[in-house]
């Protein structure tokens, strides 16, 4: 549970943007997202490899 505390005169958007930030940061939506659909390890495993491949890719771009 995140707990945003309010500072006297503070306005409710800020603290409303202060609580979004947080909430990113703590990865509870992504988390949420890759919870709703099992996937199996090797296909995580393949995904990332090729993930990887294609930012080594654009690097090996970016010296030529």
Known sequence: ML???????ENIDR???RFKR??????GMRQLR???QFSKP???RRAQIQKAE???GLR???EV
Not at 3 to 9: H, L
């Open 3 to 9: 707990i945003i505390p309010v500072k006297e005169g």
């Open 15 to 17: 603290a409303l943007k």
């Open 22 to 27: 947080k909430f990113d940061r703590t990865g």
């Open 34 to 36: 890759k919870r709703q």
């Open 42 to 44: 090797s296909v995580v």
């Open 54 to 56: 294609y930012v080594q």
């Open 60 to 62: 090996d771009q970016e």
